[in-house]
């Protein structure tokens, strides 16, 4: 391991063993999670020294009277020419899953002429994790994650941003931008889930289906989550390694020890809590109990752009049906090759370039 990466992550280590954070949950304190936090270090070792990278833990309001932490990366500039970006990861991952296309934001000029920062949603990764409060209320779920992140941004100093959310963090960017869309100049959504509804007749079609896919779904109906599954005993980690090996591609640039590492660590050494966003939001099925399609278009931010992976489960002929529509903000929907829904790890440079064409306005209608 480079030497550059133990300078960067001593200081989280510190802060967690010193107890910078306070609250009336115990389980809100910054988590001691040092396989976590060792995990993430091998996987933000491809980001050059030269990036100035830093990870740092930002305390925030939470709850009556208390406090919670955001895990945070940044790379940082001197004399930012534009807004920062904001990147929120999906269900399951977490920041440092940003690692190749933070790496390639580091080669692009327009790109380190702002600061870019990736956080773990409180309850997840290497973030605080309070007791879930929400149960399986949407509303309750939404607002978990728009308060603190907002939080967050007040922390930060940001008074606005460029916000870019994937799957889930591509929902949770929407609610974020419903509630404070004077805090959002751009609004990138890589494949976003919960875009449209669930479809007529779903539940009787998967009546039909094999029994297993029928009991993972009832599983997912009452509650309950992969992290829970993969918590629940030592099969987990055999689990986890065969989508980590089948899932991704065998590139030089995909470490995928090191993905595996962080995926199962960050997955069962802290307590659960934001796990439960995924009952809470959507129905099985992965379709939202409040459909983005009938919130787009209501949004008072200047533009939308989704960004899609050529072969991504997500289907991105629903957000080019909501850009059609011609409702609210300008929208553009543009699709990366040579990747899935995990685009940013597919082809980080790609993901990158239509990143930066979205965020200055260099895409077009």
Not at 37 to 62: C, K, M, T, W, Y
Not at 172 to 187: D, H, M, S
Request: net charge neutral.
């Amino acid at each position: 391991m480079r030497a550059v990466q133990c300078r960067i992550n001593l200081r989280p280590v510190f802060l967690r063993v010193m107890g910078a954070s306070a609250s009336t949950d115990p389980r809100a304190a910054a988590p001691v999670l040092p396989l976590s936090q060792a995990a993430e270090a091998a996987l933000l070792n491809v980001v050059p020294p030269s990036a100035g990278l830093r990870v740092s833990d930002v305390d925030i309001p939470f709850g009556v009277d208390g406090r919670a932490s955001i895990h945070t990366l940044e790379l940082p500039t001197e004399g930012a020419q534009a807004p920062p970006l904001v990147l929120l990861p999906g269900y399951g991952t977490g920041a440092a899953l940003f690692n190749q296309l933070l790496r390639s934001f580091s080669d692009r000029p327009a790109m380190r002429s702002r600061r870019i920062l990736a956080t773990d949603p409180l309850g997840t990764g290497l973030s605080s994790r309070p007791s879930w409060t929400a149960d399986r209320d949407v509303d309750k779920a939404e607002e978990w994650f728009v308060s603190s992140l907002e939080s967050w941004r007040e922390k930060q100093g940001i008074d606005e941003m460029d916000l870019l959310g994937h799957s889930l963090g591509g929902y949770l960017a929407v609610c974020y931008a419903e509630q404070y869309p004077n805090r959002v100049r751009k609004l990138v959504l890589a494949s976003p889930v919960g875009v449209p509804p669930e479809p007529e007749g779903w539940k009787e079609k998967m009546a039909s289906r094999a029994w297993y896919l029928r009991w993972a779904l009832s599983l997912w109906e009452r509650g309950w989550t992969p992290h829970g599954f993969i918590r629940s005993g030592p099969w987990g980690h055999y689990f986890l390694s065969q989508y980590v090996t089948r899932r991704f591609p065998d590139n030089d640039h995909i470490d995928k020890p090191a993905m595996l590492a962080y995926l199962y660590s960050t997955w069962t050494e802290g307590a659960d809590s934001g796990e439960y966003a995924m009952p809470a939001i959507l129905k099985p099925g992965a379709w939202a109990k409040r459909p983005l399609c009938e919130r787009l278009g209501a949004l008072k931010v200047p533009s939308v752009d989704f960004i899609y992976g050529q072969t991504d489960w997500m289907d991105h002929r629903h957000a080019e049906k909501v850009a059609q529509a011609g409702l609210g903000p300008r929208m553009s929907v543009k699709l990366v090759q040579n990747a899935g829904h995990q685009l940013f790890v597919d082809n980080p440079g790609g993901t990158a370039e239509a990143i930066e064409e979205a965020v200055t306005a260099k895409s077009c209608l």
